[in-house]
């Protein structure tokens, strides 16, 4: 596949409401659209990269800067055989991760159009559906966050995920336990606690989550391990994990026995294969994290949640939970019975809404050799 142009676009799309975490309010996403034009095909890709470096270091411009000045160049005008190959081409750029998917994204999606098979095919899932949860911000109370949980459930999500910060914690957790005894409830600190917070985290074992997500610092593994080993509930580390290699530390100490991938995170859906293929060996059950993506995204992660180890419900919500319009058609759905459908059509399997993706694009370059 020779790969003729790739575009870039810079895209900010407003949210429904704002979303508040121990990181900040975010009211509005930012994130880079790749297009990949080779051999007759187009294939879409998002990096997830930020606005803001407090997720992670990258952000919309790092990003940019990575694609335009290094990977793009690794690729344009190449006839690549396959993904891996773009990889190799790249391979001595370090980190960078969210840079590296957005490219990597698009070429699976042009590789898996050209073969006429769907991105999920493509990747070896094995599912028609997936289950899907969905994650909610910090709310201002007790009550209003019951509200939203009611909604939510009424809509079929089959996991509710609850955003934690010191002082916006145990107190909506034992609220929820209390109204809804049975769902599947989990936390999300981005990594706003210490070991000092040990107390808090033993009173969460009382309420039977189903898991603690990134509880500690945003690089650490070591320390989770000392927490881990206080703890019934299983911690999941999403911030920490950016490759195979780290998701083996954490595993292989003990740090935590559930693993958020997110492709954005490790650099691709090929590494995020190998984290699974990994975890499903160690028995580890792993879900699909998000980054409040665009329709694009989200279809990445729909494909990816099809793999057989991706166990538990992944942050993968109906575009309407995001975005009052979203760039693609159709737009995401989740069936009542808190499934969302896996597209069959080839490579990510739903249309770009060339009218929508104008609207929400900030800048844009094109790269031609
Ligand atoms: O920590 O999982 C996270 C959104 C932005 C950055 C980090 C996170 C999140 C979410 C939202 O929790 C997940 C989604 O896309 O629904
Ligand atoms: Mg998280």
Known sequence: MRIEKIELRHIKMVLVSPFVTSMGTEYDEEHIIVRVDANGVTGWGESVAEGTPFYSYETVQTAWHILQDFLIPSVLGKDLANVDEAIAGYAKVRGHMMAKAGLEAALWDAFAKTQNISLSKMLGGTREKIDVGV???????????????????????????????????????????????????QVDANSAYTLDDLSIFKRMDDYNLLLIEQPLGYEDIFDHSKLQRELKTPICLDESIHSLDDTRAAIELDSCRIINIKPGRVGGFTESKLIHDYCASMNIPVWCGGMLESGIGRAGNVALASLSNFTLPGDISATKRYYKEDIVDPEFVVNPDGTMDVPTKPGIGVDVNMKVLEKVTVKSETYKK
């Open 135 to 185: 994650s909610i911000g910090i709310q201002s109370s007790v009550a209003e966050l019951i509200k939203k949980v009611e909604g939510y459930l009424a809509e079929g999500y089959k996991r509710i995920k609850i955003k934690i910060s010191p002082g916006y914690d145990l107190q909506f957790v034992e609220a929820l336990r209390k109204e809804f005894p049975n769902i599947l409830l």
